[in-house]
């Protein structure tokens, strides 16, 4: 049996490699600032009929977990932060629009906690349907890996899509009240555009508060 740290030592080579070859250009948080792997974001889409910022939430009525994603539909609800790592990377880094990153939720919130808080496009969706951005992914697995687009002219400075390995990253109304639900989605109409904005260090620190606003957040969801 191969020595898995081995493994996964060649692979980061083999994706450090990668990363040199194409050179993509830093992303870019609503400051302009680059994007780093060890600061938290909130994610703010910018073209749906929401108008808040990026929570987990049940996609359906039942079963509840895992969770799905969705636009809060009341600017007032803050959303819930969010890392970049690069699967396999050791060390700190900046994110590049040409990294598979994975995508975790930092905040504590309690509900489906036997899933993990990585996002991943759901894989067992049939062909005919848009599969739904659930949490609970694993970082290792492409179903985890997302890339940070340019979103091309006009769309706004520092506006960026999502691309998961599978396919570009939209929305659909969802379950609750409508509010906009992250899926799969080839129809360009649909196609997610968000900015990022950097969470201080001020909001990160104060976990009690967090906590609880986390709990206001998920039950009820808005
Ligand atoms: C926004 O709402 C309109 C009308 O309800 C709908 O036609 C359109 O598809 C929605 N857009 C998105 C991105 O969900
Ligand atoms: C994932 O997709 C399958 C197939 O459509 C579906 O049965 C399942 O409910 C989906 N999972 C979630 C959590 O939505
Ligand atoms: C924020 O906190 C991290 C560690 O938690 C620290 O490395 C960084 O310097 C802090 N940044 C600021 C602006 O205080």
Do not use: H
């Amino acid at each position: 049996m191969k020595n898995p740290s081995v493994v996964s030592f060649l692979i980061t080579l083999l994706l450090a490699a990668a990363v040199c070859i194409q050179g993509g250009e830093p992303v870019k948080d609503t400051t302009g600032n680059d994007m780093k792997t060890d600061q938290q974001y909130i994610i703010q889409p910018v073209n749906t009929n929401g108008s808040g910022d990026l929570v987990p939430a049940p996609p359906t009525l039942d079963p509840l977990c895992p969770l799905g994603i969705v636009q809060t539909l009341f600017p007032s609800i803050p959303g819930i932060p969010v890392s970049f790592s690069i699967p396999y990377a050791i060390m700190e880094t900046t994110v590049s629009t040409d990294d598979y990153v994975n995508i975790e939720f930092k905040s504590t919130f309690i509900a489906c906690n036997k899933f993990s808080k990585f996002w991943k496009v759901n894989e067992s969706s049939s062909a005919t349907e848009e599969p739904l951005i659930l949490v609970g992914g694993t970082p290792q697995e492409p179903s985890s890996w997302f890339k940070i687009e340019n979103a091309g002219e006009g769309a706004g400075e520092n506006t960026y899509k999502l691309t998961s390995f599978a396919g570009p990253v939209g929305t659909k109304p969802g379950p609750w009240f409508g509010a906009p639900q992250l899926v799969l989605s080839y129809d360009k109409a649909k196609t997610l555009l968000v900015k990022f904005k950097k969470v201080d260090n001020a909001t990160t620190t104060s976990t009690p508060r967090a906590e609880k606003l986390g709990r206001l957040r998920m039950f009820p969801f808005y």
